[in-house]
Nanobody
Framework: QVQLVESGGGLVQAGGSLRLSCAASGSIFSINAMGWYRQTPGKQRELVARITRSGSTNYTDSVKGRFTISRSIAKNTVYLQMNSLKPEDTAVYLC?????????WGQGTQVTVSS
């Protein structure tokens, strides 16, 4: 119903930066929130950052001060600016969009931070 196309993942050295993008298309209506999650093998999926329709943001403690979530309403796109990256940030990052009636996920993009 809602398709999410992610980009921006890759390999970066510790201390570097990456910017992830997630563009939504399809049956988009009444978006409540957009967010980024990350998944590491052997660990549960973790909420990284979330932004609501009103613009309120939430971050997991481990990324506060380093990551910034933002959005373009006109482009139906959410971004995650990741600065001061650490090896422990290595994960598959997944985009999520919640509407009033559904929740959609992107395919995931790999972020690898080398030490």
């Amino acid at each position: 119903q809602v398709q999410l196309v992610e980009s921006g993942g890759g390999l970066v050295q510790a201390g570097g930066s990456l910017r992830l993008s997630c563009a939504a298309s399809g049956s988009i209506f009444s978006i409540n929130a957009m967010g980024w999650y990350r998944q590491t093998p052997g660990k549960q999926r973790e909420l990284v950052a979330r932004i609501t329709r009103s613009g309120s943001t939430n971050y997991t403690d481990s990324v506060k001060g380093r990551f910034t979530i933002s959005r373009s309403i006109a482009k139906n796109t959410v971004y995650l600016q990741m600065n001061s990256l650490k090896p422990e940030d290595t994960a598959v990052y997944l985009c999520n969009v919640d509407t009033r009636t559904s929740s959609s996920w992107g395919q995931g993009t790999q972020v690898t931070v080398s030490s």
